[in-house]
């Protein structure tokens, strides 16, 4: 890359059944992002997401069946690395995350300060936090991933994300099928990558609604955690630049 040039970016979009969602998003990314290139993986919905992105002119993957948010998001890696794109930028389809901060989150890897940024929603004072049970969830998810793996976050569920050529390579190789985003944060800093938050603003979504309700939060965390600790350590062949 020339000195100065811009980073070859693509946003990874993960969604199902996100055709009300998305008109917004896609237009925010226009607006907010327009240099990004942008691909929507289709998680085998059953309404008219892949079609909508299509419309609107952005590269569509339609998996053939429903994978889950891993195997959807891993799908937008391999195709970062196979385009040869320097940073990817994954964002959720419902609409949540406000491709706004996507300069903000860039600059730690322009930088060289950060080969993966997690953008949460508790470094600032604004925007929606989610529910008293799930913030508890979530700061015993920190705690562990601390005793874990070293590293210190304040939101490791955040799927809003921003990852350079090295974690790329990482998560185009292997990522978590199930509830991945705490795992992949303990991988990246397992293989030894550089990890860190900035601060961004959550929405609500406008329609549907999560795919983990109340009940799911105990599954969620005894998962994880299992996940953590036979977390396997990862071959760094697989993250050469």
Request: glycine share 10%.
């Amino acid at each position: 890359m020339i000195e100065n040039e811009p980073m070859r970016g693509l946003v990874i979009i993960p969604a199902l059944n996100e055709e009300r969602n998305l008109p917004r998003l896609l237009e925010a990314l226009r607006r907010d992002a327009p240099a990004w290139d942008v691909c929507v993986i289709d998680d085998g919905s059953s309404d008219g997401t892949a079609a909508l992105a299509r419309e609107q002119g952005v590269v569509v993957l339609r998996l053939a069946q429903n994978l889950g948010i891993g195997g959807a998001v891993q799908t937008g890696y391999l195709w970062a690395r196979e385009h040869g794109y320097e940073v990817a930028a994954q964002i959720d389809g419902d609409g949540q995350h406000d491709p706004l901060f996507i300069a903000a989150a860039l600059a730690p890897i322009v930088e060289g300060r950060a080969d993966l940024v997690v953008g949460s929603r508790y470094l600032g004072s604004e925007g929606f936090r989610s529910t008293a049970v799930r913030r508890a969830g979530i700061r015993y998810l920190c705690w562990f991933l601390r005793l874990r793996c070293g590293v210190r976050v304040t939101d490791p569920t955040s799927g809003f994300r921003l990852a350079g050529r090295r974690a790329i390579a990482l998560f185009a190789a292997s990522y978590p099928s199930d509830y991945p985003e705490p795992e992949a944060i303990a991988r990246a800093t397992r293989s030894g990558l550089a990890v860190c938050e900035v601060p961004v603003v959550m929405r609500e979504r406008d329609h549907g609604k999560s795919s983990i309700g109340a009940r799911g939060t105990l599954y969620y965390l005894v998962k994880v955690s299992l996940a953590l600790l036979l977390l396997p350590s990862v071959r760094r062949a697989e993250i050469a630049a």
